[in-house]
């Protein structure tokens, strides 16, 4: 997580990579960790995608940090024009691997790290 992620403005950048996956206008949101759930808005369009809104709860209920990562699976919403999206997400505690960091990036929303 960087500073946007866990701090004013508290939305998080979907990776380019990742976009035509996902709706290309704004839906609700949902992410589900730990049984629970949280309601957000994922801004969908054609230059930036993001999740905001709600983001903070999710950020703050979470006690998300920088140098946390998260792991975002894709559930509901598959691109084209999708009424919601749902991820299950896992909370990755304070730093990626340097092995794992080193060789697929992560730095930014620019270079994920994509599990496939």
């Known amino acids: 997580m960087c500073k946007s992620h866990v701090q004013p ?3 998080v950048v979907v990776p380019r990579s990742f976009a035509p996956l996902l709706p290309s206008r704004t839906t609700p949101a949902t992410l589900s960790w730990r049984g629970r759930s949280w309601g957000m808005r994922f801004t969908g369009g054609r230059l930036i995608q993001r999740l905001e809104a709600g983001w903070r709860g999710f ?3 979470n006690d998300l940090r920088l140098g946390d990562g998260c792991v975002f ?10 009424e919601r ?6 909370v990755l505690r304070a730093e990626i691997p340097a092995r794992i960091r080193g060789r697929a990036g992560g730095y930014t929303s ?3 790290i994509v599990i496939d």
Do not use: I
């Not at 559930?75 to 999708?82: K, P, R």
């Open 73 to 82: 699976e894709l559930l509901v919403g598959g691109g084209g024009e999708q």
């Open 9 to 11: 403005p508290f939305q």
């Open 59 to 61: 950020a703050v209920d």
């Open 85 to 90: 999206v749902e991820f299950r997400v896992q």
């Open 110 to 112: 620019a270079t994920p």
